[in-house]
């Protein structure tokens, strides 16, 4: 399949953080962008060559987009997969609907895990009252109880615990389909990110360690402190669910790394992820170049490290009593401040990040919580 070269138009369904990221690495490449998202002035709307607004499941919108497109790619992979079917009839869709029937169903996301015999936490269905019951005499309690579809950053899930009432817990969900998981006394999580081009190429990044504040990510450093075999086989992991489902473009695998160091996959992520924002910086290619790389069929870059770095995620938390005080970023020499243009902070919303450039990432690690209590109103 013929190569689309710079000139060419990229569709971008979501005009969130990441899409934004993405364009601005596409058009810094000669690529034109085209954005379709609910509001005119999203944070891909103000970096793009043009926006469609509409729902990301309004089909005439959806298929407004592809007609104006050489190809599409994801913000979010909260977009209906059937959207996806027809707009491949107009213009190829990178990633595809096939991929995300698989993930944005986290029940069919785990019976895919199972199938490939890849380890993850145990689970069970748990919509109704019974299938719940019967799920926590197979997993034990405290369990995790998450909507099959569009929960994220901790939303959509309750924690059944020892003495906990099941059933109140599950009300929570208003009848949502859901699956419980049992609770994984893990160690750390940490993150592959990773490219497949058309040809089925690969390229892989150095892993990520994440910390998380709330359910929501607070830190990644990378390269992960790791023993090689750990190494070797988190990729091994990535790699494998990459290649099941024929993804083309950035992706992200969420594992937990256990005491005794085996791992289980958390989640699938079929886009460019939060955890690989250190790479636009601290690598020869970022995420972002590379996944407009991977869907307009280059070949894909380098992702070879040039420092260690750190990451610091800035929630809307920190505008309680107006603009942070900036200039505690601004005046180190190592950091990269990068906010989104989001219309308005919220309480545990993303409005941006910072990039540590260290190679040093425990002293990385101490700098950017020093940042966020500095940056944090009193």
Not at 59 to 64: D, I, V
Request: proline share 7%; with cysteine; aromatic share 4%.
């Amino acid at each position: 399949m013929k190569a689309l070269m710079p000139g060419a138009t990229v569709g971008v369904l979501g005009g969130g953080q990441l899409g934004r990221m993405m364009a601005i690495e596409a058009r810094r490449m000669g690529y034109r962008v085209v954005v379709l998202d609910p509001s005119p002035r999203c944070p891909t709307a103000q970096v793009a060559d043009g926006v469609v607004v509409g729902a990301l499941d309004d089909l005439e919108s959806a298929r407004h987009l592809a007609q104006q497109v050489d190809v599409i790619t994801l913000d979010t992979e909260h977009v209906p997969a059937d959207l996806l079917a027809e707009l491949e009839k107009i213009v190829p869709v990178r990633p595809g609907s096939s991929v995300l029937r698989t993930i944005n169903d986290r029940q069919i996301q785990k019976q895919f895990l199972d199938r490939l015999g890849l380890p993850q936490a145990q689970w069970a269905p748990s919509t109704t009252q019974p299938e719940l019951d019967a799920a926590l005499v197979k997993l034990g309690r405290p369990a995790i109880v998450k909507v099959r579809r569009a929960g994220y950053d901790g939303k959509g899930q309750v924690r059944v615990e020892e003495t906990g009432d099941a059933g109140a817990e599950l009300a929570k969900l208003r009848g949502e389909p859901s699956v419980a998981e049992e609770l994984v006394r893990f160690k750390r999580e940490i993150s592959v990110v990773l490219a497949r081009g058309l040809t089925g190429e690969l390229k892989i990044y150095p892993i990520a360690e994440n910390v998380h504040r709330r359910h929501i990510l607070h830190t990644t450093r990378a390269p992960a402190p790791m023993k090689p075999a750990t190494k070797v086989r988190a990729e091994e992991i990535a790699i494998t669910v990459a290649e099941a489902l024929g993804h083309v473009g950035v992706m992200a695998v969420e594992m937990f790394e256990l005491v005794d160091g085996r791992l289980l996959v958390n989640e699938i992520a079929p886009r460019t992820h939060n955890s690989g924002h250190y790479t636009w910086g601290a690598c020869v290619t970022s995420q972002f170049e590379q996944h407009i790389r991977a869907v307009c069929g280059l070949p894909l870059g380098d992702p070879r490290p040039m420092t260690g770095a750190v990451m610091v995620n800035l929630i809307g938390d920190l505008w309680r009593a107006g603009q942070p005080a900036w200039e505690h970023v601004l005046e180190r020499p190592e950091a990269r401040l990068h906010l989104y243009g989001k219309d308005a902070p919220a309480p545990g919303r993303k409005m941006g990040h910072v990039l540590l450039l260290d190679d040093d990432t425990d002293r990385g690690l101490v700098t950017a919580d020093q940042l966020i209590a500095t940056l944090t109103p009193t």
